[in-house]
Nanobody, 114 residues
């Protein structure tokens, strides 16, 4: 059974920081490119950051320079360090493979508000 368990979200003021973590199981983690996605209310889910099997990273333009994705193959985890958060970063954040595995975790809510 493939599972993704996201954690680390919360309420933060603009300019603040959060670190999200995702624990994956049921897959041979080191073989997968991994990504963080987010979905804001009334909007489609979007890919925010991607890390390849070889740990090359790419980011959507709106988070470049502020977010950092990383992975730990020994622990089957992928993390997202988020700095200088903005209200438009408010969303539920999910991790998954890229391409998608077809399985989704419950996500973790990030709310940026003063």
């Amino acid at each position: 059974q493939v599972q993704f368990v996201e954690s680390g979200g919360g309420l933060v003021q603009p300019g603040g920081s959060l670190r999200l973590s995702c624990a994956a199981s049921g897959i041979i983690f080191r073989f997968y490119h991994m990504a963080w996605y987010r979905q804001a209310p009334g909007k489609q889910r979007e890919l925010v950051a991607r890390i390849t099997r070889a740990s090359s990273t790419t980011y959507t333009d709106s988070v470049k320079g502020r977010f950092t994705i990383s992975r730990d193959n020994a622990k089957s985890t992928v993390s997202l360090e988020m700095n200088d958060l903005k209200p438009e970063d408010t969303a539920v954040y999910y991790c998954n493979g890229d391409p998608l595995t077809g399985y989704w975790g419950q996500g973790t809510q990030v709310t940026v508000s003063s």
